[in-house]
């Protein structure tokens, strides 16, 4: 079925290696959760209903007083932040950005002010929020937020992504203990993390991709302290009218939530079909090593390191053959620039490991 889509659209064939990216869909829901949107998609509901019921369900899967199902986690920050800016009051929701919020800061540590497709910050905005930078590029300390707290601060958002600086930052459960000494509310982004009750327990808005590490559909997942809750679902009325989600979304993300705390932990798998890639280490110019993820999660991939002056071209070079072939394979390209790309192979179906060899064999062969 996929092969005849491509050829309808004109679609080229993709790999991707590169992790649970939204440029390229993020992940592939499973039979069942593609069954559940059929169902719930051919089918009426109360929508209110549907969400208030889903709510539920999904709080206690991650043992939450309360959550709402958003249609990403990106419009999950933007309503986030709404709820605690208009502090669900109707009229300052269906008017957030016509009368003037006072009460709309938003402390954000420098080093998770980051672009992770769209800017952090813009999210915030989008809000009805303004963002309140604390400490530096580098450092991020408890000290740092305290001293940005004011009389207009809103609340603070905590940042938990590879995307955002990882030395010298407080972590997630110090910010929860700063955001309690001071009195604010603190929201954490935990789009892509896997443990989905860990993040839900130290915020009183936890945010959640429903396609990054769930494998559901394109949407997300806001849990928290049921007042805050109550004031997000209020921006459905304002802002979230434009970010609402489908009945088919909400059924398949329930679909792949069941699916997620029963799945099997593939991560040794994983780790062991990343030695295919080890004997490309006897191509001159070529180092690849097994890493895992520099946040901490049980995340390994194959980074493959190039050596220029040897192997005649750069990884960005390789990075981007690799990406323009016949077949475009997407690698992990975060550390291009210093020599080396990455093989995440959590998305990679079956025979992409063995295309993914060989095209890199040919690169840096120059066959």
């Not at 080229?12 to 829901?29: D, E, F, H, Y």
């Not at 975060?334 to 179906?349: A, S, T, W």
């Amino acid at each position: 079925m996929a092969s005849s889509l491509h050829a309808k659209y004109g679609l080229k064939r993709v790999i991707n290696a590169s992790g649970r990216m939204s440029i390229l869909g993020v992940s592939a829901p499973s039979d069942p959760v593609m069954e559940a949107m059929k169902q719930g998609g051919q089918m009426y509901v109360e929508m209110a209903d549907l969400a208030d019921k889903a709510g539920r369900y999904i709080a206690g899967r991650l043992g939450a007083e309360a959550a709402a199902v958003v249609n990403s986690a990106s419009s999950g920050i933007a309503l986030s932040v709404a709820a605690l800016v208009t502090r669900g009051d109707r009229r300052r929701s269906e008017r957030l950005h016509q009368d003037g919020i006072a009460r709309n800061e938003i402390i954000l540590l420098k080093g998770h002010n980051v672009q992770y497709g769209a800017p952090v910050e813009t999210m915030v905005y989008l809000g009805g929020g303004r963002v309140v930078e604390a400490g530096y590029a580098n450092e991020g300390r408890a000290e740092h937020i305290e001293a940005a707290v004011g009389e207009n601060t809103a609340g603070i958002l905590y940042v938990q992504s590879h995307h955002a600086v990882q030395k010298n930052m407080i972590t997630a459960k110090e910010a929860w203990e700063t955001a309690r000494k001071c009195g604010v509310p603190l929201i954490i982004d935990a789009a892509a993390e896997e443990d989905l009750r860990k993040y839900a327990a130290m915020a009183d808005l936890a945010i959640y991709s429903g396609s990054k590490a769930i494998g559901g559909p394109t949407s997300g997942i806001v849990a928290g302290r049921r007042t805050y809750i109550e004031w997000l679902n209020t921006q459905f009325y304002g802002i979230g009218r434009s970010m609402k989600v489908g009945k088919e979304t909400i059924f398949g993300l329930l679909q792949a939530l069941d699916e997620y705390f029963v799945k099997e932990d593939r991560s040794a798998q994983e780790k062991e079909s990343l030695q295919a890639f080890l004997p490309l280490n006897r191509i001159r110019g070529v180092k690849v090593t097994i890493v895992r993820d520099e946040t901490g999660r049980a995340i390994c991939r194959a980074r493959i390191q190039i050596d220029p002056a040897e192997a005649k071209l750069t990884a960005q070079e390789a990075a981007a053959k690799l990406r323009d072939g016949d077949i475009a394979i997407y690698t992990r390209d975060y550390g291009v620039k210093q020599g080396y790309f990455e093989i995440d192979p959590r998305p990679l179906q079956q025979g992409d490991l063995e295309v993914i060899v060989s095209r890199l064999r040919e690169l840096l062969e120059g066959e």
